[in-house]
């Protein structure tokens, strides 16, 4: 494909990724300079298609980007009016008062919302603003400078033949040039991946910590729900298996946002992420709650968890990192969306006084300054030792030295700990399958759990199945000859979309990838053992189409 000649256009700035970084770029670009050209790629078949979160939103980045947002609509439509945390046993629950807990847990001022619905207002706010916005646009390759700088993207790439060669109904695509390139692709980017690799941007840094993130949306019975109401979990069904917990958040509409997250440095290979989530909802709080209500949405994501010390260095040549494309969550707040948003417009405002400077391709050091210096980092310097701690030793320690360590850095400015590492990353933290005891999980009952398969219907997930597989093995013979005998072939489980199966045919063994099933979590391409499975991007519009998530 490198050697194709392809039409180009010039622009500004070019955006990947029309989720809430990219999208605050774009806003605050042309609220400097009406007269840039901005142009935002999304992948989705339409903006807010492949966002999925929590979420309750700290409103700052908005406060921040467009002060009147609530004048202008903004759909932020239910205040946080009750914050519950629970630990769990299997059928009982003790709660975790809220005094204790610093000041940067407290949900009061936030909102539960959809952030799909959030990213199609601010699409709204941009395109009124000027900036073109183009989804269905899958941005497949970077485009390079003579100087080694990035210069732009290829998008728009359709019709490839199965094994990636060109056919009567290929579209080659179009390369998009900028002065400079931002990536918001979300945890994991394929862009993103590349330029941290190319420019080396991790060096020195602790290795990326992620979890996997389920979510379902149920309408409930109007007797049950409370809008405002948010619960947090943590304990059983996990227990010791691995770290991770639970969300409920009431939002408008009778609805319900019930999800839960895995994290993925979990050390037993027969863990079923997507099956803990399951039987969580037969826990006698969830399963009251949801009673006579009815399933409408499910969706997963991979979520990054290593925070402060994991955040590579944010600029390249002619590129800058935002958002998770850097890895800003604040882990134990179950946050991002504020600091994606503060990012955004932390590299618009880099990036227009580089243009009114006539600089283009060169690093956006103001960007870099901006992030670790300002509001986003001091926002994650705070809960640096609260994931590594619980990684090290435990759920306990992590509630009572995390909480002490968050207490000590908002009074006093500084960790008694200094900077917890991370040590492995979550591939390496996997170990073979014969030091653990397989794990016996309960047949959904198809009225509070299900199949993994019907709750990808859910999910709404489309790929055009003619094309090449967008889920690249490195070596075929790895899952088979090496993951399966060490590993009992963990992608079996961990995909929350039952992507990988093994199956039998004709006698023998075969490892089978559904990338039909995808959900682009990107889960598999972080916790395979050997490293061997990349997530590219398919075409354009392929994925999910995620209604309200």
Known sequence: MAEIEREMMEYDVVIVGAGPAGLSAAIRLKQLDADLDVVVLEKGSEVGAHILSGAVLDPCGLDALIPDWKEKGAPLNTAVNEDNFFMLGEAGKIRIPNFPMPPLMNNHGNYIVSMGNVCRWMAEQAEELGVEIFPGMACSELVY?????????????????????????????????????FLSEGVRGSLSKEVITKYDLAAGKEPQKYGVGMKEIWEIDPAKHKAGSVTHTMGWPLGSNAGGGSFIYHLDNNQVYVGFVVHLNYKNPHLFPY????????????????????RVAYGARAITEGGWQSMPKLVAPG????????????????????????SGKA???????????????????????????????????????VKPMWSKWGLAASLTL????????NMLGFSLFGTLGHGKNDAQSTEPAAAHKPIDYPKPD??????????VSFSFTNHEESQPAHLRLTDENKPLFDNLPMYDEPAQR?????????????????????????????????????????WTTPQGGDGPNYPNM
């Not at 290829?154 to 579209?171: I, T």
């Not at 590129?319 to 946050?335: D, F, Q, T, W, Y």
């Not at 600089?359 to 300054?369: H, I, K, Q, T, V």
């Not at 929350?496 to 099933?517: H, I, L, R, S, T």
């Open 319 to 342: 590129v800058a990192l935002l958002g998770c494309s850097a890895g800003m969550v604040n882990v134990p707040r179950i946050k991002g969306n504020h600091n994606a948003m503060l």
């Open 446 to 455: 198809g009225v509070l759990s299900f199949d993994r398969l019907t709750n």
């Open 145 to 181: 400078g003579d100087k080694g700088e990035v210069k732009g993207v290829v998008a728009g790439v359709f019709g490839l033949e199965a094994d990636g060669s060109l056919g009567p109904n290929s579209e080659l695509g179009m390369e998009l040039h900028g002065k400079y390139v």
């Open 402 to 409: 995390g909480g002490f360590d968050m207490w000590t850095n």
């Open 347 to 385: 590299a618009a405002e880099a990036a227009f006084d580089a243009i009114k400077a006539e600089r283009s391709g060169d690093e956006l050091a103001a960007y870099e300054a901006d992030v670790r210096d300002g509001a986003i980092g001091k926002d994650l310097k705070m809960v640096r030792n």
């Open 275 to 294: 099956m803990e989530f399951q039987r969580f909802k037969h826990h006698p709080i969830v399963a009251e709650l949801l009673k006579g209500g009815k």
């Open 494 to 534: 961990y995909c929350p979309a039952g992507v990988y199966e093994v199956v039998e045919k004709d006698g023998q063994k075969e490892f089978v990838v559904n990338f039909q099933n995808c959900v682009h979590c990107k889960t598999c391409d972080i916790k395979d053992p050997a490293q061997n499975i990349t």
